[in-house]
């Protein structure tokens, strides 16, 4: 019996490692959406509910000219830094990016009017030794620029 307990106990903590719940706030939209994230394999899903312990954040990462930096040394481009932890893979830095979008006509005769549609990505990412190691696009918005996120387990 004790040998089963045992084994749970392992068989959850292997699972647990490489799982990152993540609820990512869109404040203009007032809308929560919820992933589960595996670090080992770079993929998300969504969830109904993500609840746990908040995984508590570092501040090793800066962002300098638009790039998400470590000790002077450029990662990825990135706007904001929307929260950032310790994993057992390296760090987990979830990050918000904007590009200008012409992806249809409208949006096109509005870049050539001078006034782009900016398109707000979220992504998570997951870096060791300040090498990018995966990197996994959570959420694409036009004009939205005011996003939280918080990582837990």
Same mark, same amino acid.
């Given at each position: 019996? #004790?040998?089963?307990?045992?084994?749970? @106990?392992?068989? *959850? /903590?292997? %699972?647990?490692?490489?799982? &990152?719940?993540?609820? !990512?706030?869109?404040?203009?939209?007032?809308?929560?959406?919820?992933?589960?994230?595996?670090? #080992?394999?770079?993929?998300?899903?969504? @969830?109904?509910? *993500? /609840?746990? %312990?908040?995984?508590?954040? &570092?501040?090793?990462? !800066?962002?300098?000219?638009?790039?998400?930096?470590?000790?002077?040394?450029?990662?990825?481009?990135?706007?904001?830094?929307?929260?950032?932890?310790?994993?057992?893979?390296?760090?987990?830095?979830?990050?918000?990016?904007?590009?200008?979008?012409?992806?249809?006509?409208?949006?096109?005769?509005?870049?050539?009017?001078?006034?782009?549609?900016?398109?707000?990505?979220?992504?998570?990412?997951?870096?060791?030794?300040?090498?990018?190691?995966?990197?996994?696009?959570?959420?694409?918005?036009?004009?939205?620029?005011?996003?939280?996120?918080?990582?837990?387990?």
């Amino acid at each position: 019996m #004790k040998l089963l307990a045992i084994a749970c @106990l392992l068989v *959850a /903590n292997i %699972a647990y490692a490489g799982e &990152i719940k993540i609820n !990512l706030y869109e404040r203009e939209a007032k809308e929560t959406t919820k992933f589960l994230f595996n670090t #080992k394999s770079s993929t998300a899903q969504k @969830l109904e509910n *993500a /609840n746990g %312990a908040e995984i508590p954040k &570092i501040n090793r990462y !800066l962002i300098k000219n638009y790039k998400l930096t470590i000790d002077d040394k450029p990662i990825t481009d990135a706007i904001n830094i929307l929260y950032q932890c310790q994993i057992e893979d390296g760090d987990l830095i979830i990050v918000r990016d904007e590009y200008n979008s012409i992806s249809n006509p409208f949006r096109l005769l509005a870049f050539i009017a001078g006034h782009p549609t900016q398109v707000s990505k979220v992504k998570v990412l997951v870096v060791k030794n300040g090498v990018l190691k995966s990197e996994k696009e959570l959420a694409s918005k036009a004009s939205s620029y005011d996003w939280e996120a918080k990582a837990l387990r």
